[in-house]
């Protein structure tokens, strides 16, 4: 089974895009400073429309993660177990991600810091992490 794609929709595409292009980038307020992801139309924050796309310097922390040790799709029947881990970037915005060298979970703790390592699913960059 091919490994499931995202809705890839005008509005989260620069993301996508930035992250075939080697890049992490996140959306931040023009009008207040906060910083966030997944993509919105408007700030989370003040609810103004005047987000720009900002690059990340890819380090983070971990925050939290759970190992999965059923696959809940054939697509990642071959993976188990896998961590799905919540990284928040040192610019604010959080996301959740897979820690590259966390194997399996075993080596992952609170606050372990990680650095972005895009990787590819056939056509597809995804931002993950490893720890550093």
């Not at 959306?27 to 796309?53: S, V």
């Not at 896998?82 to 399996?104: C, F, H, K, M, Q």
């Not at 895009?118 to 490893?130: N, S, T, V, Y």
Request: hydrophobic share 40%.
């Amino acid at each position: 089974m091919s490994f499931p794609q995202p809705d890839i929709t005008p509005l989260s595409a620069p993301y996508w895009d930035g992250l075939k292009q080697g890049k992490l980038l996140f959306q931040q307020c023009r009008a207040c400073g906060n910083r966030w992801l997944p993509a919105r139309d408007a700030c989370p924050n003040c609810l103004k429309r005047e987000a720009e796309w900002v690059e990340s310097a890819g380090r983070g922390r971990i925050v939290s993660w759970v190992v999965y040790h059923v696959s809940y799709n054939d697509a990642f029947k071959d993976r188990v177990p896998y961590d799905v881990t919540l990284v928040e970037l040192d610019e604010g915005p959080r996301l959740l991600s897979n820690i590259v060298n966390g194997d399996a979970g075993r080596k992952l703790s609170l606050h372990a810091p990680v650095a972005l390592q895009i990787e590819h699913e056939g056509d597809l960059a995804l931002a993950r992490f490893k720890l550093v």
